[in-house]
């Protein structure tokens, strides 16, 4: 029997608990992953919340890289050993999967929120004989072991970074940096606002920097991330509080942008963003709003006129299989240097690290089991 140290969370707001669990061994199609490193997602903490019906106890996490410890029946082109990065789980075999979008796989819900196998409801962890909510985002790396589908591997070829931070490109900074490489696609010349400037902003930015976006403009709040943002490619940054953001953003670029990028949720700043739309520019959206029912108020014709256009994002549009080793080339390039926003901090100190975190004390949170 296995056996390993989890977070586990109990109740919506509350502190997750340090516990040991067992883990089964890996079913059909599936391995277990002794975890390295797993990033801190704000994800991670509205799904705790209960942003959409979670079942608890529950082991979440959902940016983890390891190393192969054991494979199931059925598992090809990876061995006991392997050095991988752990994403999101998507079926491989409708629509969505067949044209290399499967962050919008048709069973996408079910394979990554159901705190459970959809094969047989079976959950790869039990603390005695209570079994505890696994296969967050097909995986629950807030652990020392997790179990989850080969698909949902990638392979850790030639990268710099240290393995432990290599999590990290599975969710935040390739959600940030496939709004503008796919999403978007921007070319040299396109003209950028990005709302937000932690990890999913930052990592837009220097996806914008890398396709020659200008000017580059940063909406953050915090000074020191505002400098951090100017340091990675922003062109121009904004603090939010310095008065009307639509008319500032103008001031910019008074053509309107091509482009707005909201990582906050907020619905007015999502709003701003939409009034300082060029012609036919797009917003994408992935902040997740602090009420499951926010909404925002659109002007049909004010939409239609010039073309805009409004875009829900999942992961970046990401194929991921292809899409991080991509990422893993910028960085080792020096274009993409995500692993300077982390600071890690012991799985025993998940608590004090999402309360470091909301202070604004560091950008990006990579947990050591």
Do not use: W
Request: glycine share 12%.
């Amino acid at each position: 029997m296995t056996t390993c140290t989890a977070a586990v969370a109990h109740g919506p707001h509350s502190d997750f608990v340090l516990e040991e669990l067992t883990v089964q061994e890996p079913q059909a199609g599936e391995v277990r992953v002794r975890v390295a490193g797993v990033g801190l997602c704000h994800t991670d903490l509205v799904f705790r919340d209960q942003i959409a019906t979670y079942p608890f106890p529950a082991v979440f996490g959902h940016e983890g890289a390891g190393v192969i410890d054991a494979i199931g029946e059925g598992v090809e082109g990876f061995s006991v050993g392997d050095k991988v990065i752990v994403g999101f789980s998507s079926c491989g075999a409708c629509p969505r999967c067949d044209e290399g979008l499967p962050s919008y796989c048709r069973s996408f819900v079910p394979l990554n929120y159901a705190g459970m196998r959809v094969t047989d409801g079976s959950r790869a962890y039990a603390n005695g004989d209570a079994p505890v909510a696994s296969h967050f985002f097909g995986q629950s790396t807030f652990a020392t072991y997790a179990i989850t589908r080969a698909r949902n591997l990638v392979r850790v070829e030639g990268s710099a970074a240290a393995l432990e931070m290599l999590g990290t490109l599975a969710c935040g900074f390739q959600t940030g940096a496939g709004a503008i490489m796919r999403t978007f696609d921007c070319q040299p010349g396109t003209s950028l606002v990005v709302f937000g400037g932690g990890p999913v902003g930052l990592a837009a930015v220097m996806a914008a920097k890398i396709r020659g976006c200008a000017p580059i403009i940063l909406v953050e709040p915090v000074e020191t991330r505002r400098a951090v943002g100017r340091e990675l490619g922003a062109t121009d940054v904004i603090d939010p509080a310095a008065g009307d953001l639509a008319a500032t953003i103008r001031a910019l670029v008074p053509e309107g942008v091509d482009f707005a990028f909201d990582t906050t949720g907020n619905v007015s700043v999502i709003e701003a963003g939409m009034a300082a739309l060029g012609s036919h520019g797009a917003i994408g959206l992935v902040g997740v709003p602090r009420e499951a029912g926010a909404s925002i108020t659109v002007n049909i014709s004010a939409l239609m006129t010039p073309g805009h256009r409004i875009y829900g994002i999942i992961e970046g549009d990401s194929d991921q299989q292809n899409f991080i080793p991509e990422l893993i080339a910028h960085h080792a390039a020096g274009r993409f240097p995500f692993d300077r926003l982390v600071q890690t901090f012991p799985l025993a100190e998940i608590n004090d690290a999402i309360a470091a975190q909301a202070r604004g004390e560091c950008i990006k949170v990579v947990l050591i089991p």
